[in-house]
């Protein structure tokens, strides 16, 4: 059981460079996430999914769309890169029940060069 | 505005001891507050998590204590061990569960043998 899988696992990009993200999850979960981890700064949510064919900002959506293209896949683009979105990104998928548990993704490290 | 502020922001305890992290928060809608750990090169996984009507939960070594009225909430690694050295997260949800995590910016944990 893979549980929540991202690709690439490490990405370099120019500055204005255009690149996806990949997120696939088995677990069957309704809701998925896609957050970014800085150093010192915790991990903020980028964009989430609550279901298929939805979608909404989250604390810093700036500089980035995502696309659910279905119950399985979240994929966050990012149109013309900067040097400010170098981070490691992590996404997520959930569902209510009685541990209401967020299962992350082993994330993708960019650098924006 | 940081909305969950945690403390410390890194933490050094003898193998045996006790491990204490603190987090506060000012938003009243917040209903679910989880405890994440993070291993290095690796997604956040649950912990452990409190709903608002309970003061304490306790699941092994670790254990939430949470003051509704001073919106505080701590966890507590009982006899620490080298093997919990990780990052550590709380976070906080308006949703009632993972959905819209708002995450402070993590305790690093050094448990020394």
């Known amino acids: 059981n893979a549980g929540v899988t991202q690709t690439p696992k490490f990405q370099v990009l120019k500055t204005g460079q255009s690149m996806t993200l990949q997120c696939a999850q088995d677990m069957n979960h309704n809701s998925m996430y896609w957050y970014r981890q800085d150093p010192g700064m915790g991990l903020r949510l980028i964009y989430y999914s609550a279901s298929e064919g939805t979608t909404d900002k989250g604390e810093v959506p700036n500089g980035y769309n995502v696309s659910r293209l279905n119950k399985r896949e979240f994929s966050l683009r990012l149109e013309s890169a900067a040097p400010s979105q170098t981070s490691v990104y992590f996404c997520?998928?959930?569902?209510?029940?009685?541990?209401?548990?967020?299962?992350f993704g082993q994330g993708t490290r960019l650098t924006v060069v | 505005q940081q909305q969950v502020k945690q403390s410390p922001q890194s933490l050094i305890v003898q193998k045996g001891g006790i491990s204490i992290i603190n987090c506060a928060y000012e938003n009243t809608a917040f209903d679910y507050f989880p405890w994440y750990q993070q291993f290095p090169g690796k997604g956040p996984a649950l912990l452990i998590a409190?709903?608002?009507?309970?003061s304490e939960k306790k699941e092994g070594r670790f254990t939430i204590s949470f003051n509704k009225s001073a919106k505080q909430f701590s966890l507590h690694i009982m006899d620490s061990q080298p093997g919990d050295s990780a990052t550590y997260f709380c976070?906080?949800?308006?949703?009632?569960?993972?959905?819209?995590?708002?995450f402070g910016k993590g305790t690093k944990l050094t448990v020394n043998p």
């Open positions: 409190i709903r608002p009507d309970v």
């Open positions: 997520a998928s959930g569902d209510r029940g009685y541990k209401d548990e967020a299962f």
């Open positions: 976070a906080a949800s308006s949703k009632g569960g993972s959905e819209k995590l708002v």
